[in-house]
């Protein structure tokens, strides 16, 4: 993932306008932009049904906070030691409960944990946080160093993952230490294990959890010893549900099987995969009927394929429309956020109208049909943006 966003980067448009002309009318989106602050790295990665962005903007020294937008203006969070902190999922239910990941004051012991894919360095140990009624508390880990907060449901429910005590048996290169998928529940005070997928053709010993629906349904990946988190970590697609976990399928490789995204009720979920040719594309899931994309045989899943031959695509957002979102990006290296609605992906950048940015990646999407994300506003200057549908 930290490649594709390099590659997008370097082909930055350059330009400024935050108006639009009466042409425009009869586009389907209209896009602001957000106030950082200070620094020239922002995006953002949830909205909720209120309206309200998360995400994580840069200070003018560089270090990094995570990030909540509201009418009045940006919100930051500091980190409960070292420099840095970020919103790096969705990270927001609907009450206003927030959670991501701090840097704390301990030297980090694992250069290629999660955090150095979303913070700017990694020398500091991370774990993952809850930010509710302006107070941060730290969550748990199983009794390892790290941990990484990824999303909360309407209950009160956070799920993500963390480092355990036990080295994993998979790891043969180095010693590293096991790393599990965990629902920490709010209202109980339980730290819950999540276990790797076993019904494959070999046990998985890895796992950890992207988003959960207020079903209680918890989606994420499974697999190998590899960096946290990712690649061959995620050789399973799966979803934790009434205490069991299932594989959801794959595009018929065996890496990056990641969901993203699952709708609150549960039926939709989104994410990405490696094709047989090595190509990440975007994919949904779900066991209705009523969508139009083609399933794989066997399976719940369908390719949503990517904007142009030979490019690459991610979905990092669902709602229960079925209106997805994501990032697309051509062989040449040009990145830009996507809409899938109606079996069609389209390019975001098409359907604002004279913005004169480039629309990087579209990272969530509510129940309105609002989408945020990144834009590049200057060569290596990135700000949040909210799309809003005109109608």
Request: aromatic residues 8%; hydrophobic residues 35%; charged residues 20%.
């Given at each position: ?38 620094g ?9 049904d ?99 907060a ?11 993952w ?73 050789r ?9 976990v ?13 969901p ?13 995969a490696?094709?047989p ?115």
């Amino acid at each position: 993932m930290r490649k594709v966003a390099g590659a997008c980067a370097a082909l930055a448009i350059v330009g400024y306008s935050a108006a639009f002309k009466a042409s425009d009318e009869d586009k389907e989106y209209k896009v602001r932009l957000l106030r950082s602050l200070g620094g020239t790295s922002s995006r953002g990665n949830g909205i909720n049904d209120r309206g309200v962005v998360t995400g994580f903007s840069n200070l003018p020294s560089g270090d990094r906070r995570a990030a909540i937008w509201q009418e009045r203006g940006p919100i930051p969070i500091a980190p409960l030691g070292g420099r840095h902190s970020a919103i790096a999922w969705s990270g927001m239910n609907n009450s206003g409960l927030v959670v991501g990941l701090t840097q704390t004051d301990e030297p980090q012991s694992r250069p290629d944990w999660s955090c150095g894919a979303f913070l700017p360095s990694n020398e500091y140990a991370c774990v993952g946080f809850v930010w509710e009624q302006r107070q941060m508390t730290a969550l748990p880990t199983l009794g390892g160093q790290n941990g990484f907060a990824a999303s909360a449901n309407n209950r009160r429910q956070v799920v993500g993952w963390t480092e355990t005590t036990t080295l994993d048996p998979s790891c043969t290169e180095r010693p590293k230490p096991q790393f599990l998928a965990v629902l920490w529940d709010l209202n109980t005070g339980q730290t819950i294990e999540l276990p790797p997928y076993q019904g494959g053709d070999r046990p998985n010993s890895t796992s950890a959890a992207t988003d959960i629906s207020d079903e209680g349904h918890v989606v994420g990946i499974s697999g190998d010893c590899d960096q946290a988190v990712g690649r061959a970590s995620a050789r399973n697609a799966v979803m934790w549900k009434d205490g069991m976990v299932t594989d959801l399928g794959d595009l018929g490789a065996d890496t990056w099987n990641t969901p993203t995204a699952i709708t609150p009720t549960g039926d939709i979920v989104v994410g990405f995969a490696n094709t047989p040719q090595g190509i990440t594309h975007a994919w949904l899931w779900t066991e209705r009927d009523d969508f139009a994309c083609p399933k794989r045989p066997n399976t719940n899943i369908c390719d949503l394929g990517t904007l142009e031959d030979g490019g690459s695509a991610q979905a990092w957002g669902v709602n229960e429309r079925g209106q997805v979102v994501g990032t697309a990006c051509r062989p040449d290296g040009y990145c830009r956020g996507f809409l899938w609605e109606n079996g069609k992906m389209k390019d975001l950048e098409k359907l604002v109208g004279n913005f004169k940015f480039q629309l990087l990646n579209a990272m969530d999407i509510n129940s309105r049909g609002e989408i945020t994300g990144r834009a590049v506003v200057a060569p290596n200057v990135f700000e949040v943006f909210v799309a809003t549908p005109r109608d």
